[in-house]
C-alpha cells in the first residue's frame, strides 16, 4: 500500500471529538472577535457627534419678545421661527381651519401649544429654502405669513401652505414650555 493509499490517522478523543472540529471552533471564534473588533469602530462613528448632541434641545426665553414680533433660533443646525402673534393673528388663523382649499390640511389649534406662541422650522417643504417674512419690511405672502421667493410659495399666520409648489405646510417641531417665558425645543 502506497503513502497515499493509507488511511488518515484517528485523532479522535473518547467523546468522538476531532482535533479538525477543535480548529473549526477556534477559528471561528476568533475570526468573531476579530470582525467585531473591527466593526466596532465603524459603528461608534454612527453615534451622534458631542456638538450634535449638545444642541438636541434648545431653551428660549421668550419674556422679551413683543406682540407682533417674529424671531428665529437655530436648534440642530436648522433655523426655528418662533412668532408671537397678535390676535388678528390668530382669528385669521382659525378663520382658514375650516377652509377646504388647504393643500396640507391642519388646524391651527393642533399646530400650536398656545395660540399666541407660534413655533416651527423655517425651512420651505419644496426645496429647503428659507421663507421670507421673519424681518421688519420682508415679503409676507398673501396670507400674512411667510414666502419663499425661491419658487413662490405662500404660509398663513399658522405657517400651513395656501399657494405655491411646496406640498407641506411649516414643520412644527418637539417642543414644550418648561416654563411661563421659557420654550424648550427638542
Not at 405655491?164 to 424648550?184: C, Q, S, W
Request: glycine share 10%; charged share 20%; proline share 6%.
Amino acid at each position: 500500500m502506497s503513502a497515499a493509499q493509507k488511511p488518515a490517522a484517528d485523532f479522535t478523543n473518547r467523546n468522538g471529538k476531532s482535533r479538525r472540529d477543535f480548529l473549526f471552533y477556534v477559528t471561528s471564534v476568533t475570526g468573531a472577535v476579530g470582525l467585531a473588533s473591527t466593526a466596532w469602530p465603524f459603528i461608534d462613528s454612527m453615534n451622534p457627534a458631542a456638538d450634535v448632541r449638545a444642541t438636541a434641545t434648545v431653551e428660549i426665553d421668550i419674556a422679551p419678545i413683543h406682540l407682533g414680533q417674529r424671531i428665529t433660533v437655530m436648534w440642530q443646525g436648522k433655523p426655528v421661527f418662533i412668532d408671537h402673534r397678535t390676535s388678528q393673528q390668530i382669528a385669521e388663523a382659525k378663520a382658514d381651519d375650516g377652509n377646504s382649499t388647504l393643500i396640507d390640511p391642519a388646524t391651527d389649534t393642533s399646530r400650536v401649544i398656545r395660540d399666541e406662541w407660534l413655533v416651527m422650522i423655517g425651512i420651505c417643504t419644496h426645496l429647503g429654502c428659507i421663507p421670507s417674512g421673519q424681518r421688519s419690511g420682508d415679503l409676507i405672502g398673501n396670507w400674512g405669513g411667510w414666502f419663499c421667493p425661491c419658487h413662490g410659495s405662500h404660509y398663513d399666520t399658522s405657517g400651513r401652505i395656501r399657494k405655491g409648489p411646496a406640498p407641506k405646510n411649516l414643520v412644527v417641531p418637539p417642543y414644550k414650555f418648561k416654563e411661563n417665558d421659557v420654550i424648550e425645543i427638542g
